[in-house]
């Protein structure tokens, strides 16, 4: 099917999308509550074993890359990603400092080693659920990758300057909180990945369903009005550049897109 959407022509692979792809995205709900009492969510015991058992796989050097519990035969890199850690890492002598908020158990690390490496030192700190955090503290800590289950227990220890959301606020219940939260830590850069957005003036609560090809799940998620979180973020933060993606969903037959964006503290 994914070689014949290749060659169909526009009309034909908006139909795929639409009738066939449209659970991707579902629904407009009132509430999280009632959202999440339809899902099957990413806490699952199933899920975290899957995870486990690809992230292993990576660090053993058995596979190359994972994302999400899927392996991947070769790095899918994230340019934008990258271009952001390295930035942050130029502005600080080749050092890197970092929380990866949601960060699973080190996808993001795993993926730019290769790049990392040539830095002169990092700090790799991953906020994260209690059973990733302990599983990632007994089978993956390292003097540059750790796990905390609090972002306050992370900075007992360090004082990173580069904030990294990949692909995590949009499924947080109370997102904007969270969020304000976070910035009360003062990081210098901030860096979303994958942030589900669109033009309308409300943010929206819908189900995200997962293909059942990489696991059985479905979760409440967050489809932000790109005003309402570029006005938030731009109250103490300066837009230093926004990503498209490429990568496009569909909600109610219309398609939206992921994008990324690289976020700066505002100097007086």
Known sequence: ?????????????DLYFFYIKKNFFSGNYTSWQSAAEKCIGYDSEIIFKKVKQATLLVKKGQAVYERDSVIFDSIQYSLPLLSSLLLAASKNNGHLSLVDFGGSLGSSYFQNKKFLNELNSVKWNIIEQKHFVEFGQNELQTNELKFYKQIEDCFQYEKPDLLLLSNALQYIENSY????????????????????????????????????????????????????????????????????????????REYLQYRSFLFKKKTI
């Open 1 to 13: 099917m994914k070689k014949l959407i290749r060659f169909l022509p526009p009309i034909l692979t």
């Open 177 to 252: 909180e969270v969020l304000e939260k976070l910035l009360q830590y003062n990081f210098y850069y901030i860096f979303f990945d994958m942030l589900t957005l669109s033009d309308k003036s409300d943010d929206q609560i819908v189900i995200q369903n997962v293909s059942k090809k990489i696991y059985n799940a479905s979760y409440p998620c967050w489809i932000f009005s790109s005003n309402h979180f570029k006005q938030k973020m731009e109250q103490n933060y300066v837009l230093l550049e926004e990503y498209d993606t490429k990568i496009k969903v569909v909600l109610n």
